[in-house]
Nanobody
Framework: QVQLVESGGGLVQAGGSLRLACAAS????????MGWYRQAVGKTRELVAT???????NYQDSVKDRFTISRDNAKNTVYLQMNTLKPEDTAVYYC??????????????WGKGTLVTVSS
């Protein structure tokens, strides 16, 4: 059984930094694109950043130059370094990954989310 587990959320003051991590575990054959999404209270879930297995990245405009997505393929882990945080970054952050399991069945997986709160 494949699962994604996020860590690193918390409370930080505006202008501060946090680093999120998400590890994929279980019977995995390959991990393809990985990414971070977020959902603020009363809003729909939105893409924050994605990264392919080859390292190509894509960011939401509002986080460019502040957030950096990276991954460790050997550990099946994706990271999100968040700098210069703003109150509007407050949300539950979800990890997402396209994974092929040991039975060669591919699907999209989601983590349970980690809360990031930025105080003004």
């Amino acid at each position: 059984q494949v699962q994604l587990v996020e860590s690193g959320g918390g409370l930080v003051q505006a202008g501060g930094s946090l680093r999120l991590a998400c590890a994929a575990s279980g019977s995995i054959f390959s991990v393809n694109a990985m990414g971070w999404y977020r959902q603020a209270v009363g809003k729909t879930r939105e893409l924050v950043a994605t990264i392919t297995s080859g390292g190509s990245t894509n960011y939401q405009d509002s986080v460019k130059d502040r957030f950096t997505i990276s991954r460790d393929n050997a550990k099946n882990t994706v990271y999100l370094q968040m700098n210069t945080l703003k109150p509007e970054d407050t949300a539950v952050y979800y990890c997402n990954a396209a994974i092929v399991d040991a039975g060669y069945y591919g699907m999209n997986y989601w983590g349970k989310g980690t809360l990031v709160t930025v105080s003004s």
